[in-house]
């Protein structure tokens, strides 16, 4: 009886414990969503960073069979509020997609500028997603991304810079971790999106960073938007498809922060949108060397063998270091980029690198 009541305690204890330090769980999603989802709750995307705002909850389809795509939504708040929980709660009809949903938060700005910051978080949490594809069961070379209102320029920005690691300053935490994957991402939706800060500031205008090879934007906009007027839209379909970045516009109806059955009768769309650019970016089914440290021999491996081997030898095999970013510096494009990211997502699956 005694054991008991103390086992009892120990487990009250622990729950308060992780209340206040709000520990990572992983459960029943907490969010209603369309089909049953594994939550994982208040994962840092950032060793050591700010506890709160450098975090992500991670929906994944409940009984899902191999890695799954994963989008990244990044929540609005005009660049100083918000956060990844009730930004989930508005967009749970996105919950009936074949692939998996992260919810991030990011760290506030006390003003509207500078956003570099947000911008890295945002590239940070692409780069930790990557870097964890095994632990979430995703697929590191399908990593894309939604965001809505100031949301929507802060992945518009990390998109179109995403062959940059970071914007700030090296010795952020944000910027000093997982940086043997790259930031890109090969999907983006934006809802209500901003195309600029209200200063208007240069380095944060959407437009300024659009270059042959970024990716096509899906856009949703009100033409009675009270926020963000609806010839913003408008001016940054035009910029990107002259760029030859390509551009699609919906104008929904509603004001800016929209209501949920506006939301909801989109989302079908929305997720037909990312199955279809998903199932179009093709599996790094080409044959890749690999060398490796195994009994002193140095062995060349197809892709295929070389996971199968790993997961057989996961605690045993000798790491080379740097191999991630070889195969990195050597993407070109970005299709060879998101066939990288596959393959080094691989590999670190198995603990090589």
């Not at 949301?151 to 810079?161: I, K, Q, R, S, V």
Request: aromatic letters at 8%.
């Amino acid at each position: 009886m005694k054991t008991n009541i103390r086992r009892t305690l120990e487990t009250v204890k622990m729950l308060v414990l992780c209340a206040l330090m709000a520990c990572p769980m992983t459960g029943t999603s907490q969010t209603i969503m369309p089909t049953p989802h594994t939550f994982h709750n208040n994962v840092a995307y950032v060793a050591g960073g700010n506890a709160t705002r450098q975090s992500m909850d991670i929906y994944t389809p409940t009984g899902a069979s191999g890695p799954l795509p994963v989008v990244l939504l990044v929540h609005g708040g005009g660049w100083n509020s918000g956060a990844a929980e009730p930004f989930m709660d508005t967009w749970a009809s996105l919950g009936q997609g074949s692939f998996a949903i992260a919810a991030m938060n990011y760290r506030y700005n006390t003003v509207v500028e500078p956003l570099i910051t947000q911008v890295d978080d945002v590239k940070a949490a692409i780069r930790f997603l990557k870097a964890n594809a095994s632990t979430y069961n995703i697929n590191a070379g399908k990593v894309g991304l939604m965001g809505q209102s100031a949301g929507g320029h802060l992945a518009g920005m990390a998109a179109l810079t995403g062959n940059q690691t970071f914007l700030g300053s090296a010795s952020d935490l944000a910027n000093t971790q997982n940086l043997s994957f790259s930031s890109q991402s090969p999907v983006i939706v934006t809802w209500a999106m901003p195309p600029t800060t209200p200063s208007g500031n240069a380095t944060f205008v959407l437009s300024n960073y659009l270059s042959s090879g970024d990716p096509s934007f899906r856009m949703f906009h009100s033409p009675t938007d009270e926020t963000v007027n609806i010839s913003f839209a408008r001016g940054f379909r035009d910029a990107a498809n002259t760029a030859g970045v390509g551009a699609t516009l919906t104008e929904i109806s509603g004001p800016h922060f929209s209501d949920n059955s506006t939301r909801n009768a989109n989302a079908p769309t929305i997720v037909t949108y990312f199955n279809g650019q998903f199932a179009a970016i093709p599996e790094p089914s080409t044959v890749a060397l690999l060398v490796v440290a195994l009994g002193g021999s140095l062995l060349a491996y197809r892709k295929r063998t070389a996971v199968k081997l790993c997961q057989s030898h996961e605690t045993t095999s000798a790491g080379r270091r740097g191999v991630a970013g070889d195969l990195q510096r050597k993407g070109g494009d970005r299709g060879q980029s998101r066939f990288h990211d596959g393959l080094v997502a691989r590999v670190v699956i198995c603990g090589w690198v």
